[in-house]
């Protein structure tokens, strides 16, 4: 058997510095997998349209947080507020009270210029019927996002080239969207919201004109940007798109009345 050989202190203070640089290197990895940083809070948000008798109060006292990578999905009856709460979290509406932080920026009472910068750069929309320009390419349509941005020219074109291969139009780029099916309108759609590299994709029944098979499509492109880190948000009455996020914010009467559903809890919830 070897015999043990006390250590000298230069083998010593290699030991500990060993030992040290380890114990960092777990600390940090241990802080990096636990740290998810909000990136949505609605606080005490009221949104009210119309006055007196034609007042409507779509939504009162709305509390939201939805962190950084997370994939949700909004649901709740026609009318509960799903639309307005999104309108209000992209920043394409403002609430009447309460705070809105986007990235820990209260939006709630920014000016109008300044809200339309953060949104170009942050967020990213996909609509129920595409949004899309008839007279324009998919490669035009997906460039405009960047015409806005201030990306340079030059720049413009590979990255919404970029954009339309990662959602599989790469043989697509010169038709205009009546040459294309509502399945391949909506994947431009989704290169046009991503070209920016938003932090958060917003969708309002992205799926809602689709077929199932077109559905999926794009359900499964949307977990591939959500497994790159965007965070996905998206509103949508079907129970078998929702169970393929994470998480479930239930709507009744414009309140959060469930705010952590799982896919596992949908078939509990009744309308
Ligand atoms: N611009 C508006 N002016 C007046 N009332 C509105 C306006 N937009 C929405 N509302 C009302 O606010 C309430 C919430 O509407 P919202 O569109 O947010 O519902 P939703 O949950 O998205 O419904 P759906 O599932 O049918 O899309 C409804 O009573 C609606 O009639
Ligand atoms: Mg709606």
Redesign the pocket.
């Known amino acids: 058997m070897k015999e043990e050989q006390p250590i000298n202190n230069a083998e010593y203070q290699q030991l500990t510095d060993d030992i040290n640089s380890s114990l960092i290197t777990h600390n940090s990895s241990l802080l990096t997998l636990n740290y998810k940083s909000t990136i949505i809070r609605l606080e005490n948000i009221f949104?009210v349209?119309?006055t007196g008798e034609?007042e409507?109060?779509?939504?009162s006292d709305v509390d939201l947080t939805i962190s950084e990578g997370e994939y949700c999905s909004i649901m709740?009856?026609?009318?509960?507020?799903?639309?307005?709460?999104?309108?209000i979290i992209g920043c394409l509406d403002r609430p009447s009270s309460g705070h809105y932080y986007l990235d820990n920026i209260d939006v709630a009472q920014m000016p109008d210029s300044e809200l339309a910068h953060i949104r170009n750069k942050k967020l990213g929309f996909v609509f129920q019927q595409f949004h899309l320009l008839q007279q324009l390419s998919a490669l035009e349509n997906v460039m405009l996002p960047m015409v806005y941005a201030g990306i340079p020219n030059s720049e413009r074109k590979d990255r919404a080239t970029e954009a339309l291969i990662k959602v599989g139009l790469e043989k697509r780029l010169q038709n205009k969207p009546n040459q294309l099916s509502g399945g391949q309108q909506q994947r431009v759609a989704i290169a046009r919201a991503i070209v920016n590299r938003p932090v958060v994709l917003l969708a309002?029944?992205p799926t809602g004109a689709l077929d199932s098979r077109t559905t999926q499509e794009v359900l499964d492109i949307f977990t591939e940007l959500n497994d790159s880190g965007i965070t996905v948000v998206m509103?949508t009455?079907e129970p078998e798109v929702a169970r393929q996020t994470r998480r479930i914010v239930w709507?009744r009467d414009?309140q959060v009345v469930h705010s952590h559903l799982t896919p596992a809890d949908l078939s509990q919830v009744a309308n």
Request: aromatic fraction near 8%; proline fraction near 4%; avoid cysteine.
């Open positions: 949104k349209y119309g034609t409507v109060r779509a939504l709740g009856p026609s009318g509960s507020g799903k639309s307005t709460a999104m309108n309002d029944e509103v009455h709507f414009g």
